[in-house]
């Protein structure tokens, strides 16, 4: 009686398991501005200055567009310097280029530089993460003046996944208290990224 309890809850669990749907593009940006929005609202963990946190309901987003997810040829640049990325603060952060990603956009090939963040290769946690920060011609219009950023993860071959959908803006955007890193002139895109984050 207990083997056919167990194989019961088996056959139930797989079943389950095969009526589980793999997450849409939609749903995933959807979980991803939930995620963020959560992460505003609460007090612990908002970069929010405290009058805004009191009135917050909802961070702004473009409209999920699947077009602004591409696919772009990944060329790894093994000895490309550590250097200091500015910031708008004092702070300095280590970086160093981790590759060049190259896609077609608004039928322009773009360049975009890929950097890793030296303090984070220490931590298992975020041993893998990439950093695009970027500037495009929606800044200081819909988008933050100062540019948007994207997280990555260092990809398994010649290709990464780039999705604009989930371009966020730098806590700078919020709170003058904070100092974030300044996108380098060489990711400073001449289109329009209507995806992602817009102004606050």
């Keep these: 009686m207990k083997n056919i309890y167990i194989l019961f809850l088996l056959l139930t669990c797989c079943s389950s398991c095969a009526q589980e749907k793999e997450q849409t593009h939609t749903e995933e940006i959807e979980q991803f501005q939930y995620e963020l929005n959560v992460h505003y609202s609460d007090k612990k963990t908002s970069p929010l200055k405290p009058q805004d946190l009191k009135k917050f309901k909802s961070l702004s987003f473009f409209p999920t567009n699947e077009s602004y997810r591409v696919e ?28 060049i990603a190259t896609f077609t956009l608004e039928n322009q090939k773009i360049n975009l530089r890929v ?39 260092i990809p398994k071959g010649d290709t990464i996944i780039i999705d604009f959908n989930k371009a966020y803006n ?12 300044i996108p380098p002139a060489e990711n400073n895109l001449e289109v329009k990224i209507k995806a992602g984050i817009m102004a606050f």
Excluded: W
């Design 170 to 181: 730098p806590y700078c955007a919020y709170n003058d208290k904070y100092s974030c890193p």
């Design 115 to 153: 950097y890793q963040n030296q303090k984070l290769l220490l931590d298992p946690e975020y041993s893998n993460h990439l950093f695009i920060p970027f500037n495009d011609l929606t800044n200081g219009i819909e988008t933050y003046d100062a540019g948007r950023y994207i997280d990555l993860e």
């Design 72 to 99: 772009a040829d990944f060329e790894r640049t093994p000895d490309e310097p550590v250097f200091e990325m500015p910031t708008s603060g004092d702070k300095t952060p280590l970086y160093a280029q981790y590759g």
